[in-house]
């Protein structure tokens, strides 16, 4: 008998309908002789709701109190689900984080997972039952209730695949699996079969939605496969994996883009050791995430720095960044929300032979303007005019042959 | 130090304006050098609404899932008000049945509070915190969440304060606290200061919806006094407690009423030993409380048997009584929904002088026809046709002069 873990996000139990139909999905899986453990999220817009109900009581809610209050979304779709598939006739019961043994660290709306006493759910399992854990949510050793963040019900998934020795873990979503670029951009993108956690990491980190890097990082970690396809259809979806079974290659995968990134240039700072720190070091502190960084060749003992964040921590950003811009007796910090990021991820990319004449070719052929360029082990990424980037994403597709991926 | 526990209803946090109403009163309390201990029902209708939404699913719910489900509208509710007061500037905490160490039975949706673990109020309250405790929820032995059925936060506000060893419980409401009768009926009733546990009982039972009868009878258990009081004024409302500091009296305290009853009649039974235990056994099982039960005199061998339960279970019980009714070989079985009770309430009533006769002579007086009696040694009650029943009050109110009460 295997073990499978499964994923729903909000979309696929956003109501009774659809809470239904997952449940006749994950009884399908039960009735192929496997052992369940399914972890849910909370119904379509849920979390939204309780955050603005906190915000009418205040503008900063107690994140110990949050926590409490957001936990409850995920315990009301797991419920359901379980009432939905008893009533259909299998045995089934809802765990809250703290009944499933996800124990986690204090750092209440951001906390991460330390260990899980699988204890429960292994009885519950003998007992013949299917398993409904509520996602995104865990317990501190305090008995306090936490909720692990951005991508929290996949890294639920994920950990307790991974705990739990699963035969399998897959995360449905809306969409088929993951796709060479976004379909609605690039009509002949071609679903991949399968990729590697690096490929995945970079492909999410740089714009892809599907699963959360945080995820993907634990699943290569424990280098527990996990597989993303649809919950309305029954293909098999996108395999990310190890890729020790992958075909040796060295070959573009996918492309990427985000909208939401916004840049910000400090210039006219004069040359001093520890600009870079000075600037870094409270944007950290403050918990915004820095990702291209470019500092000019300095001219007259003069530098310019540029980097770039997501437009959300916009605000934020300024505010900090003109305090150590003034501090500097820099001249002028200068903002922009009108860009966007295009990224070819592949593996083993920078090492083969071609890509990034290709890439930059392709783009200058196509009077495509490059503001900033940033690279890994296996990816190139670009900022270019928000107006370019979905011309950028067709042009790179076409010109690595994606769609015949 | 004082410690006080204070109980506020749904209505009372139905929204966040009123939450910040309450977050002020308990602040008022705090600040006066008080311990405090509040305990909180769901937000206005949250309970119907999730009630709802798993009949959405299915028309029979799990109660252990059921349970989770209904337990949230609790935590939401001592989230947003535990945010308030740190908003305001105080130290507090929410604490869902688990944290607050409730026990319960595991009988789910109408679980028995077996004991409380204080240990983690007692040290959030040392460390200077006002707590807030999510009413009506508690946790088995096997940490599955359990709520208390009806009256639920009331029977956690009087656990809690009995426990705790609490100076003072306070349950506040929409109303000023107890009155003679019910005032949008009879315009010149009056509140009382103070009742026995025994006369609140009695009210409560017979129609008063202000507290719980549950939890009435365990705080006369613990002989912990309890203060009804309105949560939009400061006035100190009515106090329950056990009697003996009050005034030695026998008179009338109070009338209630009550139009939520229906009246079941089986015509025509052949008699023979055993008709209560066939009707009243069944029912009991099905969960159905019978009140007043009148069984006629046998003419010809033929008994007739009625009895008055309340209307919600008339459905119910009618089909359980049809199928008792055939095996006995009964006539015919009758139901009457038109009907209301109206009770009069006061210590040592049955044993005073007067108060029967001017109990029946005022109805008569009235031209008010009584169609069933019942009695206790504080109460007396009939059923009389519906659209007598306010008369009933008033004309009860005035003969025993509760307007000088």
Redesign the interface.
């Known amino acids: 008998m295997s073990l499978i873990v499964q994923k729903y996000g909000g979309t696929s139990v956003a109501?009774?309908g659809r809470?239904?139909n997952v449940a006749r999905r994950i009884v399908g899986t039960k009735m192929s002789g496997n052992d369940v453990v399914v972890v849910v999220s909370a119904m379509g817009d849920t979390t939204d709701d309780?955050l603005k109900?906190?915000h009418?009581?205040?503008p900063?809610?107690?994140t110990?109190?949050?926590d409490?209050?957001l936990?409850?979304g995920e315990?009301?779709s797991?419920?359901?689900l379980?009432?939905?598939l008893?009533?259909m006739g299998y045995e089934a019961?809802?765990l809250?984080g703290?009944?499933a043994g996800i124990k986690t660290t204090n750092n209440f709306t951001r906390a991460l997972i330390l260990d899980i006493d699988p204890q429960?759910i292994l009885a519950e399992l003998q007992a013949g039952k299917i398993v409904i854990v509520a996602g995104f949510q865990g317990v501190t050793e305090q008995?306090?209730?936490t909720t692990l963040g951005r991508g929290g019900s996949d890294t639920t998934a994920v950990a307790l695949a991974a705990r739990l020795g699963a035969d399998s873990c897959v995360r449905y979503t809306d969409t088929e699996g993951i796709y060479t670029a976004d379909p609605r951009i690039v009509p002949d993108a071609t679903q991949l079969k399968e990729l590697t956690y690096e490929e995945m990491l970079e492909l999410s980190v740089y714009g892809s939605k599907v699963v959360h890097p945080r995820a993907i990082e634990l699943a290569e970690y424990y280098n527990m496969p996990l597989r993303v396809a649809s919950s309305f259809t029954n293909n098999p979806g996108t395999l990310i994996h190890g890729g020790e079974k992958l075909e040796v290659r060295n070959k573009v995968t996918a492309i990427s883009h985000d909208m939401n990134v916004a840049k910000v240039t400090i210039l006219g700072i004069p040359d001093t050791p520890g600009i870079a720190a000075a600037v870094f070091v409270p944007l950290a502190d403050a918990g915004i995430s820095v990702d291209t960084i470019v500092q000019n060749a300095s001219i007259n003992n003069m530098a310019d720095l540029t980097f770039t964040i997501t437009e959300d921590d916009l605000e934020k950003a300024t505010a900090i960044v003109n305090q150590v811009a003034s501090k500097l007796n820099a001249r002028e910090v200068l903002t922009d929300t009108h860009i966007g990021k295009v990224s070819v991820i592949g593996s083993s990319m920078l090492n083969g032979p071609g890509y990034a004449s290709t890439f930059f070719n392709s783009l200058a052929d196509a009077n495509i303007n490059i503001e900033l360029i940033s690279t890994s082990e296996i990816r190139i990424t670009v900022i270019v005019k928000e107006d370019k980037v979905l011309d950028a994403v067709r042009v790179l597709h076409s010109a690595f042959r994606l769609n015949e991926a």
Do not use: Y
């Open positions: 109501d009774a809470i239904m309780l109900l906190a009418q009581i205040t900063k809610p107690s110990r109190e949050l409490v209050l936990s409850t315990m009301v797991s419920t359901l379980a009432m939905a008893k009533t019961i809802s809250s703290l009944q429960r008995m306090d209730i």
